[in-house]
């Protein structure tokens, strides 16, 4: 079974930080991983998806990064702002067994910027 | 274009009634996926639908859930006789398969359904 983890759970920062959000999973077996941001009451919307045969992805002041054989990866956020307030996911389909695609989840980085 | 939609958005029932929940995917995706969200937890698979191939029910909690797929795209999730522990955000999912390697998904804004 795939185990995700985020750290930190939770991040409170001044506007203008850069931050790294991390991410790491139990089984190196995936076929990508995908960040996606929640802002409370609404769903998911995706921020980048990294095919495990790349290192990185970048999209605007967004880069993510993995290591697929360590089982990490990180977001980095430059220059942060009030809008980038809301919870960050991690989620990861393995490249194995029946349910091709499920997606299994971290529990999040509870991301607030203050001006 | 358009995207995933959900609907109820939001959903109170009482304990022991039936519900029903419903997903229009993005045109033309082929997969199609339920999570769920409770509060404190992280989000959890429920079910797997692609193409016309039988469904992965796997992740499903009890039998009092199941759903169903109609002509490969617009689903229902159903709860026979709600629990409280039902309470939580449901959230739908699709994504182009082709074969290949598992592509983005994309969710829809969720149902929130309260159970009283």
Same mark, same amino acid.
């Given at each position: /079974?795939?185990?995700?983890?985020?750290?930190?759970?939770?991040?409170?920062?001044?506007?203008?930080?850069?931050?790294?959000?991390?991410?790491?999973?139990?089984?190196?077996?995936?076929?990508?991983?995908?960040?996606?941001?929640?802002?409370?009451? /609404?769903?998911?919307?995706?921020?980048?998806?990294?095919?495990?045969?790349?290192?990185?992805?970048?999209?605007?002041?967004?880069?993510?990064?993995?290591? /697929?054989?360590?089982?990490?990866?990180?977001?980095?956020?430059?220059?942060?702002?009030?809008?980038?307030?809301?919870?960050?996911?991690?989620?990861?389909?393995?490249?194995?067994?029946?349910?091709?695609?499920?997606?299994?989840?971290?529990?999040?980085?509870?991301?607030?910027?203050?001006? | 274009?358009?995207?995933?939609? +959900?609907?109820?958005?939001?959903?109170?029932?009482?304990?022991?009634?039936?519900?029903?929940? *419903?997903?229009?995917?993005?045109?033309?995706?082929?997969?199609?996926?339920?999570? *769920?969200?409770?509060?404190? +937890?992280?989000?959890?698979?429920?079910?797997?639908?692609?193409?016309?191939?039988?469904?992965?029910?796997?992740?499903?909690?009890?039998?009092?859930?199941?759903?169903? *797929?109609?002509?490969?795209?617009?689903?229902?999730?159903?709860?026979?006789?709600?629990?409280?522990?039902?309470?939580?955000?449901?959230?739908?999912?699709?994504?182009?398969?082709?074969?290949?390697?598992?592509?983005?998904?994309?969710?829809?804004?969720?149902?929130?359904?309260?159970?009283?």
């Amino acid at each position: /079974k795939q185990e995700v983890t985020q750290i930190p759970a939770a991040l409170s920062v001044p506007e203008g930080e850069n931050l790294v959000l991390n991410c790491s999973f139990t089984d190196s077996a995936i076929y990508n991983l995908q960040w996606f941001r929640q802002d409370p009451g /609404k769903g998911l919307t995706s921020l980048l998806l990294i095919q495990s045969s790349q290192r990185e992805q970048t999209s605007g002041r967004l880069n993510a990064s993995l290591d /697929k054989s360590s089982g990490r990866s990180t977001l980095y956020i430059a220059a942060s702002q009030p809008g980038d307030s809301a919870t960050y996911l991690c989620a990861v389909p393995l490249d194995r067994g029946s349910t091709l695609g499920r997606l299994y989840f971290g529990r999040g980085t509870q991301l607030t910027v203050w001006p | 274009g358009a995207g995933v939609s +959900q609907s109820p958005s939001n959903k109170v029932t009482e304990k022991g009634k039936d519900v029903e929940l *419903r997903c229009d995917p993005i045109s033309g995706h082929t997969a199609l996926y339920w999570y *769920r969200q409770s509060l404190g +937890q992280g989000l959890e698979f429920l079910i797997y639908f692609q193409g016309n191939s039988a469904p992965d029910k796997s992740g499903l909690p009890s039998d009092r859930f199941s759903a169903e *797929r109609t002509g490969g795209s617009v689903s229902t999730l159903t709860i026979q006789r709600t629990q409280q522990e039902d309470s939580a955000v449901y959230l739908c999912a699709s994504s182009l398969t082709s074969g290949g390697p598992v592509h983005e998904q994309y969710f829809g804004p969720g149902t929130r359904l309260t159970v009283t």
